[in-house]
């Protein structure tokens, strides 16, 4: 589960990280008042409004309706107004949403840390996340920060660093000082960024994260080490001891279908292809997606209908599907084990009838248990459903009705 | 004539009381599978589908002598379940349990780094010898005997699979549902070495997806190694980056994550690779022949 720039900084700050403070607001008034409290809060009289949306890119994205970034300075309380109203309302366009952008509903009126001092501002990157290979959490961190880590990944890997730590003795002194020795710092900005080093993984840990990105970590004219942005993703199968977290998710975020699919047990992932399905099991259901590309089509969702595919689910099932009128086909690939095929084949039929005006061609493959009285049932229905008992076949009837 | 579990296994079931336990621990007895008893903590002493039920594990092992165990503990008490049974001298734990925290799976994967136990899972459909055991969730009536051993990260993918090499006329040693999460017991490189030194093992299906570097390093270990035929599948070409697609593990983040560049390394590394999924039984009935 994703949370927001401004979320991820209030968990943050709980476990001591130092932080760019801010204040959160949904219309361009509050976002005066925001800055005000900030500017108690921080003695900072300018001020970055900053869109809270869950992708990244914001600075350089645009907003459709009013052509402004989606992170802005404000040289001043006077301008915070009319900059947020520029922000909130509007659809912030960046490299990571999709065309038509995502609908900002809250900016965070930030505290302007690049204020001159006696030493230069400097930028760097760090996460914290599992690596797979090992199974084991890694500090990943770059003196190269506030640019896009990829390509700094791809141009200059060397300028990445990973530090590793062992489950059985968590992180250690060394290894924090590791990474503040090469991130090339000394004196008063080392022993804070020592600091910022544990706070960031106890906060990682102690959320149950799948991921902390500080990006960037950084160090200001007054050698503070700071964390300037925040992106966190948490561990969705620990959500239920994180009760506070939980709350934070924003549902506005995510896709309205998908969200309705969750809350039927369905698990569902939105596509732009032309040809629905509905398969039992995650594997199989990536697997048919990849049936479909090869027999012509593009797949137009994904859809796990899970181990108890019973009548209900797979009406639900398909009336999810059917409100995408991009799809011209619906492919339903079923192999029964414990769920058996003729259940779900009076489904399909059951859906159908209850539905009514189903015009796109369905082909219906169920293998597995009962699968030749499934067939027969289909078969017998007199609706306009084509059946299949091999993959193969079913691959073949969706060439055939999208030819 | 098979890895990890056969009819001489002596199995038991955490979590045996409980509603998936008792349901499956039902269908594994009636597929003449040698379930030997059952854990649920505080149910020790009754007994449960006539089969003794335990304490803890330890007591489990000492009465039985049992050696397998599959879990079907809640997510919450899961990676404690896996623990104990490795502490109690289980070498085989198949833990069937989805949603386990990964936080909590950590520790695990650290813990059996030095214990004298093999997990398969989490998040998996099981183990299956046709005609020895079925220590999973799988149809077991998919399976018949043969020489083909099937290694998978997803269920249902595993049983279209099996079917397919039934149907094609060959059989199985032994499928093994390796899991879908990002921490999981058993590799899909260690699957494949247990299948190349399984004497009675001669043709091995891998089957994968998006996520991950398992299938890579198995292609790999088995340039290096391999001695038999090895039939590949990557499901989730067509799934977009940063979803993820119903397994916790299956999510693209890089290059190396997707089905296309899997199935690369898998062909530069000698693996027949199916773009069809429909195509694995077939593939590897040919590819049979042709090694005969």
Wanted: proline share 4%; aromatic share 6%; glycine share 12%.
């Amino acid at each position: 589960m994703n949370i927001h720039e401004y979320q991820g900084k209030s968990l943050l700050k709980k476990y001591g990280v130092a932080i760019q403070e801010g204040v959160v607001a949904d219309n361009p008034e509050q976002a005066v008042e925001a800055a005000k409290e900030v500017n108690r809060l921080t003695g900072s009289e300018w001020f970055v409004v900053k869109a809270q949306i869950h992708a990244g890119g914001r600075g350089k994205g645009i907003v459709t309706e009013t052509g402004s970034h989606g992170v802005v300075l404000a040289k001043g309380l006077d301008k915070v107004h009319d900059i947020a109203k520029g922000i909130l309302g509007g659809h912030l366009v960046t490299k990571q949403t999709k065309a038509e952008g995502k609908l900002v509903n809250k900016v965070l009126i930030a505290q302007d840390v690049y204020y001159p001092g006696e030493v230069q501002p400097e930028e760097f990157y760090m996460s914290v996340l599992m690596n797979r290979e090992t199974g084991r959490n890694i500090i990943m961190y770059s003196p190269e920060g506030g640019m896009d880590i990829e390509a700094v990944a791809e141009k200059t890997p060397e300028l990445i660093f990973k530090e590793e730590i062992d489950p059985k003795i968590g992180l250690q002194g060394f290894q924090a000082r590791r990474i503040a020795f090469n991130l090339g710092l000394s004196g008063e900005a080392f022993k804070q960024m020592v600091k910022f080093v544990f706070a960031l993984y106890a906060a990682y840990e102690g959320t149950d994260a799948a991921m902390f990105e500080i990006n960037p970590v950084l160090k200001t004219s007054d050698n503070k080490i700071i964390a300037v942005d925040s992106k966190v993703s948490i561990d969705e199968s620990a959500l239920f001891r994180h009760k506070d977290i939980a709350e934070m998710r924003d549902i506005s975020e995510e896709d309205p279908v998908e969200v309705e699919a969750k809350k039927a047990g369905l698990n569902y992932v939105n596509l732009d292809g032309n040809v629905g399905c509905m398969v039992n099991g995650a594997g199989l259901a990536m697997a048919t997606m990849d049936i479909i590309k090869l027999s012509g089509g593009e797949p137009a969702n994904f859809l796990d209908v899970g181990g108890t595919a019973d009548a209900e689910r797979v009406e639900k099932a398909f009336r999810m599907i059917l409100k995408d009128d991009k799809v011209e086909a619906i492919l339903v690939n079923i192999f029964g084990g414990i769920v058996r095929c003729d259940r779900v084949a009076q489904g399909v039929v059951d859906a159908y009838k209850n539905i009514g005006d189903i015009n796109v061609p369905i082909i219906v493959r169920l293998q597995g248990t009962n699968a030749e009285e499934a067939k027969k049932l289909i078969d017998d229905s007199g609706l306009k459903v084509h059946s299949a008992v091999l993959l193969k076949e079913a691959a073949d009837k969706v060439k055939e009705v999208l030819a | 004539m098979s890895v990890l579990v056969n009819k001489n296994s002596k199995i038991i079931v955490q979590g045996f009381t409980g509603t998936e336990g008792t349901f499956h621990a039902s269908q594994m007895i009636e597929y003449g599978t040698n379930v030997v008893g059952g854990v649920t903590p505080g149910k020790g002493g009754q007994n449960h589908l006539d089969k003794p039920v335990f304490n803890t594990v330890e007591d489990a092992v000492k009465v039985t002598g049992a050696d397998v165990s599959i879990i079907f503990v809640p997510p919450a008490f899961a990676a404690d379940a896996i623990i104990e049974a490795a502490d109690a001298g289980i070498k085989v734990i198949v833990c069937i349990t989805e949603g386990i925290p990964v936080k909590d799976m950590i520790p695990v994967k650290e813990y059996l780094k030095s214990a004298n136990a093999r997990l398969i899972g989490p998040n998996c459909p099981g183990i299956i010898t046709p005609d020895g055991a079925k220590v999973g969730i799988m149809p077991g009536f998919i399976f018949k005997s043969g020489k083909i051993g099937i290694v998978s990260k997803s269920g249902t993918l595993t049983y279209e699979a099996a079917d397919q090499v039934v149907k094609a006329g060959l059989g199985i040693s032994t499928a093994i549902g390796i899991g879908g999460d990002p921490i999981i017991g058993t590799t899909t490189q260690e699957a494949i070495e247990l299948f190349m030194n399984d004497p009675e093992t001669e043709g091995i299906v891998m089957i994968g997806e998006i996520g991950g570097n398992l299938e890579a390093n198995a292609a790999k270990w088995i340039k290096a190694n391999g001695n038999k035929p090895v039939v590949g599948f990557i499901a989730g070409e067509t799934a977009p980056a940063g979803r993820t697609m119903g397994h916790a593990g299956a999510i693209v983040g890089g290059e190396e994550d997707t089905a296309k560049a899997k199935k690369k390394i898998m062909r530069d590394c000698g693996i027949t690779v199916v773009d069809s999924p429909a195509d694995i039984g077939q593939t590897m009935a040919e590819l049979m022949k042709v090694n005969a």
